[in-house]
């Protein structure tokens, strides 16, 4: 009797775990400040590699009922372009003196965007509401596009659940798949899938691991293998945020 009773126990935890649900939302207070770092790689065959790192600040100024605002800024960018021969290298926290000439030609297109402060107002389903730059930068709002990754839905999930954001950018439409694939007492993870459309064709796949109480991604990585023209491209997105 007393071993039944112990299986029973057991597999009614499990059933109570299994069947967890979490209410995702951004639940920031005034005045957090997070880091976001992100790295980018993309190759197109032997025509292109572009490899990317940034790091971007973040701090809530304001939170409402459902929505909340932030000042973000790029503090670092790290940039190594080959194409057809021409190798492009940028490291903005080396002065001028240490780039080459192509490092310095691209110092005068990233000098304003280091300077600018992106203030963000979003909904705490993670969707952006209004975005401004200031001063206004041309470029700047693609950089920001890449940190906002996305919304979560308005009911509760639980391990199985699924649902879709569609993002444009560029001619393309690329359409993410988020499932839970597990609730642990701290995080929730997601297995990320999807396709592009568009000017592209081709599939999404990652993963994404969120801090359950506050809604913050503390990692997440995506890769897209897609065709452009004939062209065979491939991108992968590595991201980390971290409280300060």
């Known amino acids: 009797m007393k071993k039944h009773l112990f ?16 209410l995702l939302r951004f639940n920031y207070n005034t005045g957090e400040k997070y880091l976001l770092d992100m790295k980018i790689s993309q190759k197109m065959g032997t025509v292109m590699t572009n490899d990317m790192a ?25 940039v190594k372009v080959i194409q057809s021969g021409t190798e492009v290298n940028y490291d903005s926290t080396k002065n001028e003196a ?36 200031e001063p206004n930068v041309l470029g700047l709002n693609n950089m920001t596009n890449q940190s906002s990754n996305i919304v979560y839905p ?37 297995d990320i899938t999807g396709t592009v459309g568009g000017l592209a064709k081709g599939t999404i796949k990652g993963i994404m691991y969120i801090d359950k109480n506050s809604g913050v991604t503390q990692y997440s990585t995506i890769d897209m293998d897609m065709s452009i023209s004939g062209q065979q491209l491939s991108t992968s997105l590595v991201a980390t945020v971290k409280k300060q």
């Open 7 to 22: 299986l029973f126990f057991i597999a009614l935890s499990f059933v109570v775990q299994s069947q967890e649900s979490v």
């Open 54 to 78: 940034f790091v971007m600040s973040q701090k809530i100024t304001a939170i409402d009922d459902d929505t909340f605002d932030s000042e973000m800024k790029i503090e670092k960018i790290v």
């Open 98 to 133: 240490e780039l080459d000439v192509t490092g310095k030609m691209m110092k005068s297109q990233m000098d304003p965007m280091l300077k600018a402060v992106i203030k963000v107002k979003s909904s705490t389903l993670g969707k952006e509401i209004e975005t401004k730059v």
């Open 154 to 190: 308005k009911e509760a999930v639980s391990i199985g659940s699924s649902w879709s954001m569609i993002k444009s950018e560029k001619g393309m439409e690329m359409k993410f798949v988020y499932t839970v694939s597990s609730i642990t007492s701290k995080l929730v993870l997601l």
